[in-house]
């Protein structure tokens, strides 16, 4: 089997944890004896190379930056890269004859780099989502129709938010992807889909998976003194943090619970990230509070074993977290928002705790009676834990994979129980 993935990000340069676990798959379909091919962006493409990123090539142009648009950009510099990262996909498919393209990550990539798939290889385009971006509008339809913030710039922006859309209409064209065959994270995010008008054909649940061997489940020792807490991913609003920190005033000021401590750990938005600062002085909350940056993948066990509970305050419908599964086998327990895909692993009470998202108090309640009941933690933990190991490792993840791909191909008469047709 040959495939060739598409891909905004790709590791090492990754924005979360989709990326990550599309390289997870393709090192393991290409130990598996496939052959695969990656097309992704130049986002980090600036950095040393990686000796081992052999097959992937770092040649897109993403439309917009990931902190500010850019509008002069779009006019000096679109449509030039557009064409040049169709150029990019039809040459590279057309160099491999890839039996299937495999879709990942599309955000702040032109949708028309997917309808170029799916007229290359009509029947054989498979996308797996873990975010709703075929229901969003893409950046810079986004932009332009979103009004400024200062009301002064209002008529500028329309007139030029009509020029910049008639532009993009222009090029492109109309954009009717097909979705015949795809990949869902979570039930949830299939709903959401369906119910945004996406018209997802064969679509497969298949639920991520985390290497074992790297978060190693390993029995824990009883936790005495500090309740050491963590967050650990992208320092946002619609992840909730804030909420965190509201919960812990509760708890130190209110519940008067000092033994505890808090490590944030992620990169984020600036602004965000200094409306957290100041909510920590304002509280009076630095002695809990421990902010550090992006850590890499491979340092999050060790990170991870510091803690005793992760906080998973989630705001927005999340497709799915990995986070949350790489903690439970570690043997933290989680205490999170059930929010989108989370409340298909998150069970409360079984394996975790819950509260109700954006819910301070309630999160606070949580993080007390956690503190106040080793031998619930304990419980919830080992459950938690049990359950990961059980049906969550990354092979399980990759043999669904291959199994729907390897479908996909004898449904065309590409392959046979024997293996790729002649």
Known sequence: MRIFVLSNFYPPHVIGGMEQRCKEAVDHLRSRGYQVWVLTSRYGADATPDPADYDVFRLLTLESDLVRYRPLHFFQRWPQEERENLAHVRRLVGEYAPDLIFIWGMWNLSPALAQLAEDLLPGRVVYSFAQDWPAQPDMHTAYWQTSPAHGWRNPAKRLLGKLALQRVQRERGEIHLRFEHAICVSEALRQDLIEAGIPLGDCRIIYPGIDLSVFRPTPRQKQTGQLSLLYAGNVAPHKGVHTALEALEIVVHEAERQHIHLTIAGAGHPEYKDRLQRMVESSGLQPYVTFIDWTPRAQMPDLMRKADVLLFPSIWEEPFSRVILEAMALGLVVIGAPTGGTREILK???????????????????????????????????????EVVASYGIEQMVDRIEGYLLEILERQGLVTCQGVAQ
């Open 348 to 386: 409360e009470g079984a394996n975790g705790l819950t509260f109700p998202a954006e819910d301070a108090s309630a999160l606070a309640a949580q993080i007390v009676r956690l503190g106040d009941d080793p031998a619930l933690a304990s419980r919830l933990a080992a459950a938690a834990q049990q």
